[in-house]
Structure formats: structure tokens, C-alpha cells
């Protein structure tokens, strides 16, 4: 469901809005604002404000934790897996804000050695490369979303196989065939490598001195086979969860006028995110059952592919230097009323569901080209 063009209120006072259906499930404070975190439409605030520090320790948590669980139990391998790659998720959405100075906002060096960590142990691009590309090529609102938006829109259409100009089945078809396909995983692995060697060269020596480390440790505890198939299986998942991830995060295909404002091309290009569906209006149990088991797939969602403040990306974009990013999907909620200074006139799109999430941006695809 998209909420086109919604005001103020509009948004919050429509019948069909899943979360105030939510909010007649329970009048229990904890159960509402699990609903508020779930979906990113916040009714109240958070029962506590998040901080980058408990982000942080979230993502080591997950992230360790699954290798620790694997160690101790190898019969909890699903387990094990969707622990490690929301681990994965959330230290390398951290590693974003890195690159924007915006961990330790008073310790630049601080955050370019976090940045620089957090990549290594999770084999994303380099910190150095990401930081360049990232904060130089993608966030200019004149190159987000173009085909100037090196590795995003490109990326996707050239590499990928989302051309423009197909029918919306192309696009589902094509996903399906990425994600199940050896060679997306494999050409994904090779251009990780390609970065690292194009990485600073103490970047390099660090990435050898970590996994010999990691080598001797797997060694000594006599588990290299579970260690080996730990991070391979967690490295396959975060290659699947980084596309499920950029899909949605911007309109890829959107087409800006040549007198239109950075602020509204940021508005144009971005939409906000939220999960979950209605409960049912019937007392079925099939119908709750069904509703349930996509509960469950939005807990799953929330953890692996939007983790931190991702469905709130479209505030990050208009507030890049906010500090306060732990928050943003409160923030969100904030901005959507109007409440957000200098972005009073601007609202974005409002999409509910990942599924209408990237339905929403393969119909950008599809428009794209056609007169």
C-alpha cells in the first residue's frame, strides 16, 4: 500500500493505516512500542532513545553471538545465520555513518578507525573506497539516483540486469534469478576482493593480520570447519541482504527536471519505509495465522535488511550531518508532520511493506524510457 501525497494528518488518519490497526491489538505500552519499532511509524516515543554506543553493541552482540552459538551448538544453524548477518547488517550500516563523521562527531580519526574496522570484519568495500564514493558521488542530490550515482543506479541496471523499460514481472524475475544464482555470489565476492586490493596498502596488511588471527583462534579451539562455514554462509547472506537493502532505499529510476531544487529531488528520490501489514478484520484463523506468519517475516526484515534507522534512509539524505541517526525513525515521524527545521514544505512518499517497497521502485523501472 502507498500513501501518495500525504499531509499532515492524512497519513495518520487514514482507515487502511497498519499501524493504528495495530494499536487495537493491545493496550500494553511494551507491545506498542515493539508495533512502533517493527513498522518505523512511531505513535509515542521510544520506550528509551538509542545511542550510536548500544548500536553498536547490538551489532557485535549478533555478530559474535552467532559464531559463539555455532561453536557450542552447530544444530542452530538457521539461527546462527540470521543472527550473523543482522550482526553483519547493523555493523556495516554503523560503518555508513562513519563516513559521515557522525559515531564520534568531535573524533574524525576515530571514526575513520571504526569505519576502517567494521568493513574488515564484515567484508564490506573498504572504508576508504566506501567513504569516497559514498559521501563525493552518491549524496550530491544532483548524482543520487542517476546514472552518475556509481555503484547504485548503474550498478543495478547495467551489472544487475534491472533495465529500464521492462514489465514489472522482469524485474521480480530477475531478482529471484540474482538471488539464487551462484554467479551473482561469486561476481560479488570477486569485486569485494577487487576493492581490497585497491584498498591503502596498512588497510591490506590489516585484513592479513585479522585473519591470521582469526586462523590461529578457529586452530586453537579445534573448530576451523564450523569458523569456515560460519563466515562463508554469513558472507553468502550479507551479499543477498546488501541487494534487498539498496533496492528500496531510493527510486533509482526517478527522472528530476532541469530546474528542480536539491531539496526536492532529495524528496522526489527517496520514500519512507514501513513494515507490516493490517490485522485482519476477520476472526479467522487462517486469516490471523497468515497475518502472523508476516509479523515474523517483518521481524526478520527489520533485523537482516533494514537494521538501525534504514527505513528512515530518506531522512538520513535530507539531514546527512544528523547526529542523532540511532534515532532516525522517530525522527521520521517528526518530519512527516512538518516538524523538521528548514523541511517544513516537504513530505515524502509513504510505502507500507517491503514488498510494495520494491514493486514501488521496479514500476520506476519499468516507467522509465517509455513515452
Not at 14 to 19: A, E, K, V
Not at 46 to 66: A, D, F, M, R, V
Not at 67 to 87: C, D, K, N, R, T
Not at 102 to 113: I, K, R
Amino acid at each position: 500500500m502507498i500513501l501518495k501525497k500525504p499531509t499532515p494528518t492524512q497519513a495518520s488518519a487514514l482507515r487502511d493505516n497498519p499501524r493504528l490497526g495495530m494499536l487495537q491489538l493491545s493496550d500494553n505500552r511494551l507491545v506498542q512500542a515493539f508495533f512502533d519499532w517493527l513498522t518505523g511509524y512511531y505513535l509515542a516515543p521510544p520506550l528509551w532513545k538509542s545511542t550510536p554506543s548500544l548500536e553498536l553493541i547490538y551489532g557485535i552482540l549478533q555478530y559474535i553471538g552467532g559464531l559463539a552459538i555455532a561453536l557450542s551448538h552447530w544444530q542452530l544453524i538457521p539461527l546462527v545465520w540470521v543472527l550473523s548477518v543482522a550482526g553483519a547488517a547493523q555493523l556495516q550500516e554503523i560503518a555508513h555513518f562513519c563516513a559521515h563523521n557522525a559515531f564520534f562527531p568531535q573524533y574524525p580519526t576515530y571514526n575513520h578507525l571504526l569505519g576502517c574496522l567494521l568493513t574488515l570484519i564484515t567484508g564490506k568495500k573498504p572504508f576508504p573506497l566506501f567513504k569516497k564514493d559514498h559521501l563525493l558521488i552518491h549524496h550530491p542530490p544532483k548524482n543520487l539516483a542517476t546514472m552518475n550515482d556509481k555503484g547504485n543506479t548503474p550498478y543495478l541496471v547495467e551489472e544487475l540486469g534491472f533495465e529500464f523499460a521492462q514489465e514489472e514481472a522482469f524485474y521480480w524475475q530477475n531478482l529471484g534469478k540474482l538471488l539464487l544464482s551462484p554467479k551473482f555470489y561469486g561476481e560479488t565476492f570477486l569485486a569485494r576482493l577487487t576493492n581490497l586490493l585497491k584498498a591503502p596498502i596498512n588497510y591490506q596488511i590489516a585484513t592479513l593480520i585479522v585473519l591470521f588471527l582469526a586462523s590461529v583462534c578457529a586452530g586453537l579451539t579445534h573448530a576451523c570447519l564450523i569458523c569456515l562455514l560460519w563466515a562463508v554462509f554469513t558472507q553468502l547472506g550479507t551479499y543477498a541482504a546488501a541487494l534487498l537493502q539498496q533496492l528500496p532505499e531510493h527510486n533509482w529510476a526517478y527522472e528530476a527536471d532541469d530546474n528542480e531544487g536539491a531539496k526536492s529531488q532529495v524528496i522526489g528520490k527517496s520514500f519512507a519505509l514501513y513494515l507490516g501489514a493490517y490485522p485482519p478484520h476477520s476472526d479467522h484463523w487462517l486469516e490471523w495465522l497468515k497475518w502472523y506468519i508476516e509479523l515474523v517475516g517483518a521481524v526478520f526484515i527489520r533485523l537482516t535488511i533494514l537494521p538501525v534507522s534504514l527505513g528512515a534512509h530518506c531522512v538520513h539524505h535530507a539531514t546527512p550531518n544528523d547526529h542523532n541517526w540511532a534515532n532516525q525513525l522517530y525522527t521520521l515521524r517528526a518530519f512527516q508532520t512538518g516538524s523538521v527545521k528548514g523541511w517544513q514544505r516537504y513530505q515524502f512518499l509513504e510505502v507500507w511493506g517491503y514488498r510494495n517497497a520494491l514493486n514501488y521502485v521496479f514500476v520506476g523501472f519499468s516507467l522509465r524510457g517509455k513515452s
